[in-house]
Each structure stands twice: as C-alpha cells, then as structure tokens.
C-alpha cells in the first residue's frame, strides 16, 4: 500500500520576496525594500519630514525643496551632502541625518520665502513657525496668495490626461492658470486640482446641477438610484474614452454600484 504525495514534477513558481537595503535614519537602523525613497523610509520609521509638493499619488518632484535631508555614509569621513529626500533612493549603508543644523537652516529660507509670497496662508504660517518663524524677513507680497506654486495641481491634471492649466508667466508674476486665463476647453470638472491642492486655494462651486471650476460651468450626472450628483458629463465622457466602456456606466454612482 502507497501513500498518495504530492503530484510528480508539478510545483508552482518559488516565492519571490522584495530585495530589502539597511540604512541608518538618525541614529536608527531600518530596513525598506529596495527602490524606496528617502522620505518614505523616514514615514516609514516615524520620522517626520514636512513636504508640501509630494503626493503618493503622484511620481516625486523635488519642487519645494522642503523635505532637505544629509546623507552621509562611513567611509565619507564626516562629509555629508544634502538631498532632496522623495528623490533620492533608500541604498545600503547609508545614513540618513533629517535635523541637521544646515537641513534646517534650508528649510527655514524656503518657509520664509514662502511666508513672504503667502502671508495669509494658514498652512504656511503654521510651518514657518513650527521653524522658528513668525515674521518674513523678506518684503512679502502686496497682493497675498494662497498659491504656492507647488504644481501639485497641474501634475494631478497631466496625470489623468487633461492637462486643462499649467503654470504661466516668469518670476514673481508666476501662477498657475488655464490658457490665456480663459475658461480651459479641456478641463472636465473633475475638482481633482482643487483637492489635492494643500492650501486649498483653487475656488469652486457644485450643486446637484451644476458645477462651475476656472470659470467653466458642467452639468451634472445624478444617480438614477440615490439622486446624488457624483460627476459631471465630461468626467463620464472622458472616462468611458479612456476606459473603453459606455458613458452610461458612469450614470450610477459607486456606492450603488457596490450595493449591486
């Protein structure tokens, strides 16, 4: 009498596990998988970096040159360079110094810049005084903003493929706006620009009819089960063309969708 054993020669593909990279994060040793940018190993191991142009939704940037950070490794002898942490790759070895004298000297100019160019912004405020910072030393803006040229908002627009704004001009005159500051013929009213955006500085209006953003005005699609205004006509056209479905996929809502 046999015993029955697993099928000869049949075995299904070995497990594969992610390449993982030891660093040293301000004294602490950590482990992150390979391909894992600085600033995540920081989250990761609890360290706080202030950012305000990274999302993870979104490929890094380095536009705001607040998340700054020193590496170093032995062998450097006590020569540190300075990174733009979402950019630069987690590697073995290196050590990683995120409070710096130098890192927060960086900061505290970029914030004061920054205040100087928003000084209404309360996010801003918040953060230049968490460095130190109550007043600008610089002459701030006659004509306070809450745009901080982060270009989180026109990068969520490329990402989704409308590419409606973008950022105009040069210099101090350098804002984010659609072409020729005229309602923008592609936007599709999403609000992803308006809510992504960290100060929260891109103005709309939205009702069960009607939805109006950079001064383009959408019909809404209401769900034919709730009633519930979820999406504008050009979302659902924009969407169906990407995806290969029907505009009318787009008629129901999500939440009733998911109780389908």
Sequence with gaps: MTGRGPRSGVRGPAPTHPKTIGMTLDGKAVRVPEGTSVLDAARQAGVHVPTLCHHEALEAWGGCRLCVVDVTRQGWDGWCKLVVSCMYAAEDGLVVLTDTDRVKLTRKVVLDLLLARCPETPLIQELAHQHGIDRTSYQSNPEPTDCILCGLCT??????????????????????????????????????????????????????????????????????????????????????????????????????????
């Design 155 to 260: 990068r969520v627009c490329d990402h989704i493929g409308v590419s409606a704004i973008s950022t105009v001009d040069r210099g101090i005159g350098k804002q984010v706006a659609p072409p020729f500051h005229q309602a923008p013929p592609d936007c599709i009213g999403c609000l992803a620009c308006a809510e992504i955006c960290p100060t929260s500085c891109i103005p709309y209006e939205t009702s069960d009819t009607r939805r109006v953003i950079w001064e383009k005005s959408f019909e809404m699609v209401r769900c034919p089960q709730c009633g519930r205004a979820h999406i504008t006509q050009e979302q659902a056209r924009h969407y169906a063309g990407r995806g290969g479905v029907p505009a009318s996929y787009f008629d129901t809502c999500d939440a009733c969708k998911r109780r389908q």
